[in-house]
């Protein structure tokens, strides 16, 4: 059970951060799910941490 809770959690998280990601970045340079490489998907993901913690820094 709290194995199946807390693998919900970390895939929720990692699907926010994709998104956050997917949309930091400029409309031009985006790349079709369909399209996207385990490289793509990562630095997407890791995009998506960093916007994340921008905002953070700028709200405190």
């Known amino acids: 059970m709290l194995c199946s809770v807390l693998l919900f959690l970390t895939l929720g998280q990692l699907a926010f951060c994709f998104v956050i990601g997917h949309l930091a970045c400029p ?34």
């Not at 790349?31 to 490489?37: E, F, K, S, V």
């Not at 490289?39 to 913690?53: E, H, K, V």
């Open 27 to 60: 409309k031009h340079d985006r790349i079709r799910l369909a399209d996207m490489t385990q490289d793509d998907l990562t630095g997407t993901i890791a995009r998506g941490w960093n916007q994340l913690g921008a905002a953070t820094d700028r709200r405190g």
